[in-house]
């Protein structure tokens, strides 16, 4: 089983950029589908990016398209979002997600069965 710890979040004017790290334990992250995904207040679980197995495939949610990057660092075993161009509505609890019976992003958090803890961010308007 893989473990996720997110680190990362924290407090940023609108405008300004952050990036996330997901740390993953055991098993290498090419074994896994792996995923961002935020929650804000009040709204459901929504997916931000995701890339698959093999990496050569990302899927990104409309709204961030443009503004996020999700990328691996195999050799640290961690998975980044950067985030630029930051805007009120990125305000969330932010998820890093992996699916073992995936091969591609799925959108739907059912579809992942490995969770982190959770990180805030919180862009000020």
């Known amino acids: 089983q893989v473990q996720l710890v997110e680190s990362g979040g924290g407090l940023v004017q609108a405008g300004g950029s952050l990036r996330l790290s997901c740390a993953a334990s055991g098993p290498t992250l090419n074994m896994y589908v792996m995923a961002w995904f935020r929650q804000a207040p009040g709204k459901e679980r929504e997916i931000v990016a995701a890339f698959s197995r093999s990496g050569d495939s990302t899927y990104y949610t409309d709204s961030v398209k443009g503004r996020f990057s999700i990328y691996r660092d195999n050799a640290k075993n961690t998975v980044l979002l950067q ?3 930051l805007k009120s509505e990125d305000t969330a609890v932010y998820y890093c997600a992996a699916s073992d019976f995936l091969i591609s992003p799925s959108a739907g958090p059912t579809s992942y069965n490995y969770w ?3 990180t805030q961010v919180t ?3």
């Open 116 to 118: 982190g803890q959770g």
């Open 123 to 125: 862009v000020s308007s």
């Open 83 to 85: 985030m630029n161009s």
